[in-house]
């Protein structure tokens, strides 16, 4: 499965992208991470439904310095993207 991920609130400068790149390459879910200049994170995972639940669970929290106020999930097509990266 493969699903987009816009999260809104304090998460940039606070360790987000890395944390969810950290724990993507930890359960073994492809795709990217970056920051938009809107100041959400972006994210794309593909993988296992419950792997890419599992991401898109995290990102709800956040690493411990975020404070998350929205987060907007979209179901795409899959690309067949490999490995997990930061843009």
Same mark, same amino acid.
């Given at each position: ?15 987000f992208r890395d944390t ?26 593909? &993988? ?34 490999? &490995?997990? &990266?930061?843009?």
């Open positions: 499965m493969r699903r987009r991920v816009v999260v809104r609130g304090r998460v940039q400068g606070v360790f969810v790149r950290a724990h993507a390459r930890e359960v073994g879910v492809n795709g990217w991470v970056r920051n938009r200049p809107d100041g959400a994170v972006e994210a794309v995972f593909e &993988g296992a439904p419950p792997r890419v639940d599992e991401l898109v669970a995290l990102c709800r929290r956040g690493p411990p310095a975020a404070i998350v106020e929205t987060v907007e999930c979209t179901d795409e097509p899959v690309e067949g993207i490999g &490995g997990f &990266g930061l843009r």
